[in-house]
């Protein structure tokens, strides 16, 4: 179970993905994005996120 807990968090997600699981707008990323106020890394043109990164971000925002 452990090896497929570390898969998840490796998982890149893409802005997509990014907004569903936010419950948003893709632009609404895409605004986080250009802010950089959201862990993410480009690909040539593509955003794509790690899934472990954006858990760590929505937790330290939860504390602040």
Do not use: N
Not at 18 to 30: D, F, G, H, I
């Amino acid at each position: 179970m452990k090896g497929k807990r570390r898969e998840e968090q490796e998982r890149l997600l893409t802005v997509k993905e990014v907004a569903a699981w936010l419950r948003c707008k893709p632009q609404t990323v895409y605004d986080l994005v250009a802010r950089r106020a959201i862990p993410h890394r480009r690909l040539g043109r593509r955003i794509l996120f790690e899934y472990s990164g954006l858990l760590r971000w929505f937790e330290a925002g939860k504390e602040g």
